[in-house]
């Protein structure tokens, strides 16, 4: 069964920290995403990365950075935390199967993360 | 850029009622268009996945339909239950190197029983 995983539910962070938020999936699959979700504004998709140690920016990637070391793992961090990146974040990944069109993306839980 | 819209943002039916969601997009150059369902506080779960070349998938209750020509998409529910009670949204695959997929800000369904 497809399994997308991420480190927090729940999360509580000042403002200026360093914050981490990890993403795994046990797919063996090549493409991963981190999205925030906010209300009204729907997903919007902050960085990508379609194989290890890749990464590609997305519509909203200011004051944030990725990496991936390991191809199950993707991980978000926001250098400096702010109270504007108070949201939902979501991870998901997807397979590069060749075959054009029917690559479906898994999402994990989310994470709700607060900024104070 | 693509951009993708949904309507109603909410919607509430009673139960038993067939209903229709609404997803237009403005790029007709597309890979796939896809629907999920996301219920409060959860992630997001795919329903259907439409090819570019297809008109049509559906999953039991669930019909989805492409008019790529147009820009549209509809999500068909037939005989609505409580339990579909959740948002909806609906995202267009495009031509990124991963195939990106922009989304709409989603149709809120309340099935009334």
Not at chain 1, 82 to 107: D, H, I, K, P, W
Request: proline share 3%; glycine share 8%; with cysteine.
């Amino acid at each position: 069964d497809v399994k997308v995983t991420q480190s927090s539910r729940y999360l509580v962070k000042r403002t200026g920290e360093k914050v981490f938020l990890e993403c795994v999936q046990d797919m063996d699959h090549e493409n991963m995403f981190w999205y925030r979700q906010d209300p009204g504004l729907g997903l919007r998709l902050i960085y990508f990365s379609y194989d290890v140690k890749m990464k590609e920016k997305g519509d909203i990637p200011e004051g944030y950075s990725v990496s991936r070391e390991k191809k199950e793992r993707f991980s978000l961090i926001l250098e400096s935390a702010s109270t504007n990146q108070t949201s939902m974040y979501l991870c998901a990944s997807s397979r590069n199967t060749g075959m054009v069109g029917r690559e479906t993306q898994y999402f994990g839980p989310g994470t709700r993360l607060l900024v104070l | 850029k693509q951009e993708v819209t949904q309507i109603p943002a909410a919607l509430s039916v009673p139960e038993g009622e067939n209903l229709v969601l609404n997803c237009s997009f403005t790029d007709s150059a597309i890979y796939n268009l896809q629907w999920f369902r996301q219920d409060p506080g959860k992630g997001l779960t795919s329903l259907l996945l439409i090819q570019s070349s297809q008109r049509e998938q559906t999953s039991g209750r669930l019909n989805a339909s492409l008019d790529k020509s147009s820009g549209r998409s509809t999500l068909y529910i037939a005989a609505s239950q409580p339990g579909d009670s959740a948002t909806y949204l609906c995202a267009v695959g495009g031509r990124g190197s991963a195939r990106q997929l922009t989304f709409g800000s989603g149709t809120q369904l309340t099935v009334l029983p």
